[in-house]
Nanobody, 129 residues
Framework: QLQLVESGGGLVQPGGSLRLSCAAS????????IGWFRQAPGAELEGLFC????????FSADSVNGRFTMSKDAVENTAYLQMNNLTPEDTAVCYC??????????????????????WGQGTQVTVSR
């Protein structure tokens, strides 16, 4: 069974940084698209960052503004999202998700469940003083 376990969220001050982890089990992460999503209070689920299988392409939302970096460790079978220069607007529950279907050669920021059919439990990111 495909499973994702997220960690690394927490409370940080504006301008601070967090590194989120997404540990995968039941499959090799290189053979899937990986996406990070978030849901802020009162907002819809938003695509944040995605990395295509075999790292051929990556995309980020306009709200990222170059502040975030995504990576993965094939040996550890874990994906990461480095989040820098955080602002209160980044406060949200963050999720990682996997698209193992590879129906497209590139990942998508659209949180469609037809493609991203494996999701983690979410981790809270709170940015405040």
């Amino acid at each position: 069974q495909l499973q994702l376990v997220e960690s690394g969220g927490g409370l940080v001050q504006p301008g601070g940084s967090l590194r989120l982890s997404c540990a995968a089990s039941g499959f090799e992460l290189d053979y899937a698209h990986i996406g990070w999503f978030r849901q802020a209070p009162g907002a819809e689920l938003e695509g944040l960052f995605c990395l295509s299988g075999f790292s051929v392409r990556e995309f980020s939302a306009d709200s990222v503004n170059g502040r975030f970096t995504m990576s993965k460790d094939a040996v550890e079978n874990t994906a990461y999202l480095q989040m820098n220069n955080l602002t209160p607007e980044d406060t949200a529950v963050c999720y990682c998700a996997i698209d193992p279907t590879l129906v497209s050669a590139i990942c998508t920021l659209e949180p469609t469940k037809e493609r991203y059919n494996v999701w983690g439990q979410g981790t809270q990111v709170t940015v405040s003083r």
